[in-house]
T-cell receptor, first 113, second 114 residues
């Protein structure tokens, strides 16, 4: 059984650019959540996808968007990058939308310059 | 009401000591409380979790104590080892239809001295 994998591990982008981060959920897991973790802080919920539909969103602007694919992998897209978007972006997968245990990937470190 | 307050911010203990990390919440809709361990450059790893109908749960050297009336819960690490040095996060998840987001505390950086 493979765990949650994210790519890339590190990324440097310029302010105003767009970025796409990718996540492969743990085998058999159909629910994926994305979190933003600023340096020295706890993760903040961005949104959750269940069976290709967004079914919950945190306090993030619309320039943060996502997708989930039929194989339950997921993408996080961020448009018009700002310096404050620099953070560790974490993907977590759950067995289903009713299973509360969430397993995190190693994250993508995004630096906006 | 959506916050989870975690303390202390940092903690240093000797090997074999029992560090205790505390969390408090306000929202009574929270009904699932996990603890995560995070090493530098890594994602959080689930340690142990508890629901409000249980006052204590043990898994290996990790114990959660839960006080529903006080809206507080804590993590105890028995016989702590230098390898336990990491940042620990408590979290809470509200019972809302279909979305199981976590609200995380601000983290406790633990250092266990050899």
């Amino acid at each position: 059984e493979t765990g949650v994998t994210q790519s890339p591990t590190h990324l440097i982008k310029t302010r105003g650019q767009q970025v796409t981060l990718r996540c492969s959920s743990q085998s058999g897991h159909n629910t994926v959540s994305w979190y933003q973790q600023a340096l020295g802080q706890g993760p903040q919920f961005i949104f959750q996808y269940y069976r290709e539909e967004e079914n919950g969103r945190g306090n993030f602007p619309p320039r943060f968007s996502g997708l989930q694919f039929p194989n339950y992998s997921s993408e996080l897209n961020v448009n018009a990058l700002e310096l404050d978007d620099s953070a560790l972006y974490l993907c977590a997968s759950s067995l289903s939308s009713v299973h509360r245990e969430a397993f995190f990937g190693q994250g993508t470190r995004l630096t906006v310059v | 009401q959506q916050q989870v307050k975690q303390s202390p911010q940092s903690l240093i203990v000797q090997k074999g000591g029992i560090p205790i990390i505390n969390c408090a919440y306000e929202n009574t809709a929270f009904d699932y409380f996990p603890w995560y361990q995070q090493f530098p450059g890594k994602g959080p790893a689930l340690l142990i979790a508890i629901r409000p109908d249980v006052s204590e749960k043990k898994e290996g050297r990790f114990t959660i104590s839960f006080n529903k009336s006080a809206k507080q819960f804590s993590l105890h690490i028995m016989d702590s080892q230098p390898g336990d040095s990491a940042t620990y996060f408590c979290a809470a998840s509200p019972l809302t239809s279909g979305t199981y987001k976590y609200i995380f505390g601000t983290g406790t950086r633990l250092k266990v001295l050899a």
